[in-house]
């Protein structure tokens, strides 16, 4: 009897426990929680952290994150306005904003990211259908470094854009959450995180860039050949005058120092009798060595001046 007793004590006490335990459920700080009772919600949403009670085995807790949550596309092959084919690889950030019209029409996070699925996928399409590609992949218009050295052709090549890549996923963030306004979430925030070429256009977009930047390059090179021409010409021009100056200014200090020696020769004849013979001395002395080399034969008079120091000699 005894051991009957603490048998069925210990079957009440397991079976309180399973009570207690299925009626018992922590909220955390980052989840908000529906009650439903038999599939249909029940009470209001719950949000506060914390110990909450539920009806046992008839009401259960459906817990969902308040927390942002990730979105991340699929790569999709989308046209744009102008005819350009292009992979677009795009992400976003969602929210909860009405967990029990969120239960109602998409149950978990599951049909949501499915239902996210189409609405962003086609936003997007539509987005970039409707731009060209440059106003896709470029935000602002930019300005050229040291615009000086570029010409007005190539400035030219850079094409203006209306809207920008921000502008359209602002487009398609605000479209997207029209379309799930009645869905219980908000879409907090979309990204392109990726463009590119699809890969039969890619290579043909490679050899136009490359062909383009040989022709500016080339362009350069042309206009670089031009101003050095220019330079060296320059150059040239300027040595020429600073040699002619040169020869100049050296003429004119030979004639000074020649009329400043011939002014001292003739203050040395005047000065005296031996100055002057010397002085006439060094100038026929200075007229043979002009006038005479080793294979010069010359007849001289015995009245000639040059006769006469040649004579002193024996």
């Given at each position: 009897?005894?051991?009957?007793?603490?048998?069925l004590?210990?079957?009440?006490?397991?079976?309180?426990?399973?009570v207690?335990?299925?009626?018992?459920?922590?909220?955390?700080?980052?989840?908000?929680?529906?009650?439903?009772?038999?599939?249909?919600?029940?009470?209001?949403?719950i949000?506060?952290?914390?110990?909450?009670?539920?009806?046992?085995?008839?009401?259960?807790?459906?817990?969902?994150?308040?927390?942002?949550?990730?979105?991340?596309?699929?790569r999709?092959?989308?046209?744009?306005?102008?005819?350009?084919?292009i992979?677009?690889?795009?992400?976003?950030?969602?929210?909860?904003?009405?967990?029990?019209?969120f239960?109602?029409?998409l149950?978990?996070?599951?049909?949501a990211?499915?239902?996210?699925?189409?609405?962003?996928?086609?936003?997007?399409?539509n987005?970039?259908?409707?731009?060209?590609?440059?106003?896709?992949?470029?935000?602002?218009?930019?300005?050229p470094?040291?615009?000086?050295?570029?010409?007005?052709e190539?400035?030219?090549?850079?094409?203006?854009?209306?809207?920008?890549?921000?502008?359209?996923?602002?487009?398609?963030?605000?479209?997207?959450?029209?379309?799930s306004?009645?869905?219980?979430?908000?879409?907090?925030?979309?990204?392109?995180?990726?463009?590119?070429?699809?890969?039969?256009?890619?290579?043909?977009?490679?050899?136009?860039?490359?062909?383009?930047?040989?022709?500016?390059?080339?362009?350069?090179?042309?206009?670089?050949?031009?101003?050095?021409?220019?330079?060296?010409?320059?150059?040239?021009?300027?040595?020429?005058?600073?040699?002619?100056?040169?020869?100049?200014?050296?003429?004119?200090?030979?004639?000074?120092?020649d009329?400043?020696?011939?002014?001292?020769?003739?203050?040395?004849?005047?000065k005296?009798?031996?100055?002057?013979?010397?002085?006439?001395?060094?100038?026929?002395?200075?007229?043979?060595?002009?006038?005479?080399?080793?294979?010069?034969?010359?007849?001289?008079?015995?009245?000639?001046?040059?006769?006469?120091?040649?004579?002193?000699?024996?």
């Amino acid at each position: 009897m005894r051991q009957f007793r603490t048998t069925l004590i210990g079957v009440i006490l397991f079976i309180v426990f399973l009570v207690v335990n299925a009626s018992i459920f922590i909220v955390d700080e980052t989840e908000q929680v529906i009650i439903t009772q038999f599939g249909q919600p029940v009470g209001q949403t719950i949000t506060t952290p914390g110990i909450h009670f539920k009806v046992p085995f008839i009401q259960d807790a459906n817990v969902f994150d308040k927390r942002y949550l990730e979105w991340d596309g699929d790569r999709n092959q989308v046209p744009t306005k102008d005819k350009k084919f292009i992979f677009v690889d795009t992400y976003a950030r969602w929210q909860i904003t009405d967990p029990l019209q969120f239960f109602i029409r998409l149950k978990d996070e599951r049909g949501a990211q499915s239902r996210l699925d189409d609405i962003l996928d086609g936003e997007t399409r539509n987005a970039v259908a409707a731009h060209d590609l440059l106003e896709v992949v470029r935000s602002t218009n930019r300005t050229p470094v040291q615009i000086e050295l570029i010409s007005d052709e190539i400035e030219a090549r850079l094409d203006r854009i209306a809207i920008g890549r921000d502008s359209i996923q602002k487009i398609v963030l605000k479209a997207a959450n029209e379309r799930s306004a009645d869905l219980g979430i908000k879409i907090l925030d979309f990204r392109f995180k990726r463009i590119k070429y699809v890969e039969e256009v890619q290579q043909r977009v490679y050899e136009r860039m490359i062909s383009e930047r040989v022709r500016i390059a080339e362009k350069f090179r042309s206009e670089g050949r031009g101003e050095a021409s220019k330079i060296s010409g320059e150059r040239e021009k300027e040595l020429a005058k600073i040699l002619s100056d040169a020869e100049r200014l050296a003429a004119e200090i030979r004639g000074k120092a020649d009329a400043d020696a011939a002014a001292i020769y003739n203050n040395s004849y005047n000065k005296s009798a031996q100055s002057r013979e010397l002085y006439e001395f060094l100038k026929t002395m200075e007229a043979y060595e002009a006038s005479f080399d080793k294979e010069t034969q010359i007849i001289l008079s015995t009245e000639s001046e040059f006769y006469k120091y040649l004579n002193r000699l024996k």
